[in-house]
């Protein structure tokens, strides 16, 4: 332990003198050239990226997933799940008063996140139905698809990478004292916390708070969302196996830019905000997250609501400009007064998952047909190679035209299914 305690020390030096080449070992530190916390040798954010901090924490509580009723009075229930909440919520949610949810934090393409992790679970779990005693004296974030230190952010201990976990109050407290000399720890022992033995966690859950909260260590790591993702999911890499079962995952959602997150329940726009009149200060240059949560409501930028007919169409146009129009906007293309499907409703079925909320039909969009997804009796859902139209009730499949510039290729004898029911305007 003490070796180990060296070592670190010694690459602590390092990494201050990597930062400040006038540094002396012992000194203190010019505070313009200090490591960055999460990014102690490389910053993976770009200069001016404006910067988004989420605090959360670890905690332990009984988690309820199927109610019991007359068939199976227990239901589903694990007393000792593990999720991650934000700081703000750790009283609201161990009290009862918010419900326990996956933690999906939302920022936008192009920010730089500050990302703090407290450990605030106890040192061991298990001893029950589901497995048997162990210890989880450290916890992680290990995300993925964005950009970080490797060193430091991975959320992962490996080989000679510093140790991206917070311990446990209860394994901090041990360690200290074994660095203290107030605990002896002979040289080859396996020296670690002694496990406990009068553990009831049925008993124990009644009252997580008294029982199992706690006031660990924070790990703070730092990323880069340089482009747009769905969800980046997120989770503990130092016990995946043991509380991934209990609750212990997460997920990162990365917005396109100007994009704002609003709460579906109040209506309130939550940080980052990126446009003004929102109810909320913008976030500039920095602010602390608040958009997470298992459901949340995009909101696109107001440049980007201008009608497709006012637009018009530009090929070199990029992915997120507000200029191009999602349809070609021809004046022979067919409007939704001329066509009795141009509203249509995907038809719910169990195997393919289609939503059942009404969107315009693409075939009325358009003077040319786009693709649609369509049913197949031997796959889920796929798409023809070439642009093609869904069938509306009751009309006949499109004529093919001739091959060449996305031609529709000809169609088969048995026209598939498509999961579309249309209904009149």
Known sequence: ?????????????????YHDPDYVFGAELDPDAQPLPGAPVVDPCVPGAREVTYRASVIQLPLTYVDGDQANPQGWRDVQGRIIVADADVDAVLAGEIEPEPFFFRVNAGDCINFELTNRTPNWIGDDAYQELVATNMVGAHIHLVNFDVLASDGSSNGWNYQQAAFTEEQAAFTQGVLDGEIPCPEGASCVPVAPTDRDPVQQAEDARASWLSEGQTIKERWYADY??????????????????????????????GYDSRDPLTGEFLQPVNTEGRGVPVCGTSCVGTAHGSAMDPSAPRDRTTSASSASPSPTSSRSS??????????????PSSRPWCRWRPRATTRAGWASTTAAHPCCCASSPVPVPVRSPTRRLRRRRG???????????????ARGSGATRRLPSSWPTVATTCASA
């Open 1 to 17: 332990m003490a070796r180990t305690a060296h070592r670190l020390a010694l690459e602590q030096q390092v990494t201050r003198a």
């Open 387 to 401: 642009p093609s139209c869904g069938r509306p009730a009751g009309s006949t499949p499109p004529t093919p035209s």
């Open 228 to 257: 747009e993702l769905r969800t980046a999911f997120m989770h503990d890499h130092h016990f995946a196996g043991t509380l991934q079962n209990r609750g212990l995952f997460s997920a990162l959602v990365v917005e396109g830019q």
């Open 322 to 335: 507000s200029a191009r129009p999602r349809t070609p906007t021809s004046s022979t293309a067919p409007t």
